[in-house]
């Protein structure tokens, strides 16, 4: 075993998503993991990439695409988030099974429109409500701009009030995308009820601060140097993005990882 403890020995970044069955593993209360484990969960999910690329490179961009054409079209908009849940959630389920080589495919994007749907509608409303009012207290002082609220005394600026907003947009952002996270995995492959899963979901997050901060700047070095050569690069940073949230999942929620 190393002696950095920031480090994840070697043999596991190599095993972690090996041959053989999710089932096998012991789901549990979230963990705390090693700070380096940010750079580890991006490492992992390339070799995940490596598996079957073609399929990976196809499931994010046709995410991609239908999310795109969702908000071109007026109030049909509205159900982008919702949908995006659950396509996320065949995502999910798709890495699960390239993790435990039973060969996924495209079909599998679609799995959360007939398994858990009502649940995994339930994870998409928590997080678009709760960005409904992020979004609001954010633009409460301009709106409050016209009528004078919020104004200083001279009534030409934002009064310290309202200066306030903005950060309450971000209290409210932040633990939501918290609770939401890991929810969908949750949800569709360990089948837990949704309020259990934001729970979780939330811990996870909570106690893994530092291996997350880790990650997202690693994540946005990536997506910055994939967006350089024409953004061609991205065709492979964008699914390695998502099949690392797959493998921060099995990483901080199973005692052990699947067995080689």
């Given amino acids: 075993m190393s002696e950095n403890p920031y480090q994840a020995p070697a043999a596991a970044l190599e095993t972690a998503f090996g041959n053989g069955d999710r089932e096998s593993g012991e789901l549990r209360e979230p963990r705390g993991v090693a700070v380096g484990r940010g750079w580890g969960w991006i490492r992992e999910a ?23 054409g969702l908000s071109m079209v007026p109030l049909v908009n509205i159900l982008a988030a919702f949908l995006g849940v659950l396509l996320m959630a065949g995502m999910y389920f798709a890495a699960d099974q390239t993790a435990n080589d039973a060969d996924a495919a495209f079909p599998d994007l679609f799995v959360g429109f007939r398994e858990n749907t009502l649940r995994l509608l ?28 919020g104004l200083d005394q001279a009534g030409t600026s934002p009064g310290p009030v309202a200066l306030l907003f903005p950060l309450a947009m971000f209290a409210i952002m932040i633990p939501i995308a918290m ?34 901060f880790v990650y997202g700047l690693a994540l946005g070095a990536l997506f910055f140097l994939g967006a350089l050569p024409l953004f061609l ?28």
């Avoid at 990439?49 to 999310?67: C, D, Y």
């Fill in 46 to 68: 390339y070799g995940l990439f490596k598996r079957q690329p073609a399929l990976w490179v196809l499931l994010p961009l046709t995410f991609m695409l239908i999310q795109m």
């Fill in 122 to 149: 339930g994870v998409a409303l928590v997080h678009s409500l709760g960005t409904i009012l992020a979004v609001g207290m954010s633009l409460f002082p301009a709106l409050a701009s016209g009528t004078g609220a």
């Fill in 179 to 212: 609770a939401t996270w890991f929810a969908t995995p949750l949800v569709i492959l360990e089948d837990v009820k949704v309020l259990p899963a934001l729970r979780m979901s939330f811990m996870a997050c909570l106690r893994n601060i530092l291996p997350m």
């Fill in 233 to 260: 690069g991205l065709l492979v940073v964008f699914p390695v993005a998502i099949l690392s949230s797959y493998t921060a999942y099995r990483d901080i929620f199973y005692s052990e990882p699947a067995p080689a």
